[in-house]
């Protein structure tokens, strides 16, 4: 009972899929397939219950969600998607230099930047303005409301 507790809340608390390898090593257990015999078990569980979330296979992952047919009413309930590693690196040195060109941030960097600049623009912790014939990046007030400045 311990085991499935602990993978269930493995589950809830990571906001990510989870293979079965970090499944079970998080209970202590090199054997996969008892990990998956747990899962179907949970699965199961959540099935009996008519709980409003289930455990879902990904691939070769699996994840805790709400069910499909509740999400049109609580997704504006829902957080942020994750920054990517390399993007959060981005947007500390945008945090620490606001204004910054992305040709400065490019001699930094390098050019993941784009692809970074553009994550984060997206998800609205950066703007972009022209300055010249290039482009400044500036946190916005989602970021300093996120980051608590």
């Given at each position: 009972m ?10 809830f608390?990571s ?11 998080v209970i202590g257990t090199?054997?996969?397939?008892y990990?998956?015999s ?5 699965k ?11 455990i879902?296979?990904?691939?070769e992952k ?8 509740y999400?049109?009413?609580?997704k ?17 040195v945008v945090?620490?230099?606001s204004g ?9 960097l ?5 692809e970074?600049c ?16 290039n ?11 996120y980051?608590?400045?």
């Open positions: 311990e085991a499935k507790g602990i993978i269930e809340s493995a589950l608390i906001g990510r899929a989870l293979s079965l390898e970090e499944l079970a090593k090199p054997a996969k397939g990990v998956k747990l899962l179907e078990e949970l199961q569980d959540y099935e009996k219950a008519q709980s409003a979330l289930c879902s296979e990904e691939g699996y994840t805790m969600r709400v069910r499909v047919e999400s049109p009413r609580v504006d309930f829902a957080q942020e998607g994750e920054v990517s590693k390399h993007a959060l690196k981005t947007l500390a945090g620490k230099n910054i060109t992305k040709r400065k941030l490019f001699s930094i390098g050019g993941q930047i784009y970074d553009q994550e984060l623009t997206e998800k609205g912790f950066v703007s972009q303005r022209k300055a010249g014939r482009t400044a990046l500036y946190t916005t007030a989602k970021f300093r409301e980051f608590s400045q």
